[in-house]
């Protein structure tokens, strides 16, 4: 009799952010952590009308402006960033203003997730680890728990749990 296939235990929600792995400690040297940081001040006070809201968005984007330049990112101040993004080099990330970017994904240093002349943006869903050099190009869908080789090229559907890695992309199937 065959054995029932059980989902893999990733350790790392797909759905609930975890908030802790954006936090950073008072006076710890984090470009990347600052930049989220200042990404959520901005986002957090977006909404509000008083001239307390005005001020901190003045200085949110302030902060935004030099901590980009420092980590040496592009990543839109109003970018739709779930909860618990890792980035733990942030150089060279540019991430395209409509793109999305789902809970506990982390991404590598030089990962760019933009269009490829089509106007649409890929849309990554949670849990989802990126490597180095990767580029995510066009309107396409990143399942849950994905992963990105280093330098591939993505421009087409990656499903959940499954792997993408070369030049274009070829994606293998989960394992479990």
Known sequence: MPEAQTAPDHGVS???????????????????????????????????????HGLCRRIAVLRHRFWQVVAGSDIPINAQLGGGL????PNGIVIHPDAVVG??????HQVTLGTNGTGKAPTLGGHVDVGAGARILGGVVIGDHARIGANAVVLCDVPAGATAIGVPAKVLPPQG
């Open 86 to 89: 890792m980035l733990p080099h």
């Open 14 to 52: 797909a759905t609930t952010p975890d908030w802790s792995r954006e936090h950073k400690a008072m006076f710890e040297w984090s470009p990347a952590r600052s930049l989220l940081a200042a990404i959520r001040s901005y986002q957090r006070h977006r909404r509000g009308s008083g001239p307390w």
């Open 103 to 108: 809970p506990n994904c982390l991404l590598f």
